[in-house]
């Protein structure tokens, strides 16, 4: 069947095998004095941060910049100001959990985007 853990790599990792890894055991087979092979690269995580702070960034400068419009209607229209903020934060927070789930969600019933 198809693995469910892909290191960076795209080869199959079997987690129950990391969690029985113990590293009091000493195999003269088992040569690693460094792990680096065991976690795989880091630069998978890397883009992630970054694309996480540059959108984070973004929505931080919107924010700032639509911060005095937003006083200014709430001065005059505050009951639809409030309905629209509310239905953006739901907006925003369904389809966040939708495309998480979205994406693991193939993994677990085995199809994949080929």
């Known amino acids: 069947g198809d693995a469910f853990l892909l290191d960076a790599d795209g080869t199959a990792v079997d987690y129950f095998e990391l969690l029985d890894h113990d590293h009091d055991e000493h195999h003269d087979d088992d040569d690693h004095d460094d792990h680096e092979d065991d976690v795989g690269s880091s630069r998978p995580w890397g883009g992630a941060i970054g694309a ?3 959108v984070a960034s973004v929505t931080l400068v919107g924010l ?3 911060s ?10 505050a009951k639809l100001v409030e309905i629209v903020i509310s239905g953006f934060a739901a907006g925003a927070l369904i389809s966040c959990a939708f495309l998480i789930l979205l994406f693991e969600s193939t993994h677990l019933i085995g199809t994949g985007w080929a």
């Open 64 to 66: 700032a910049f639509l």
């Open 68 to 77: 005095p419009c937003i006083s200014m209607m709430t001065k005059n229209h």
């Open 52 to 54: 996480t702070f540059v």
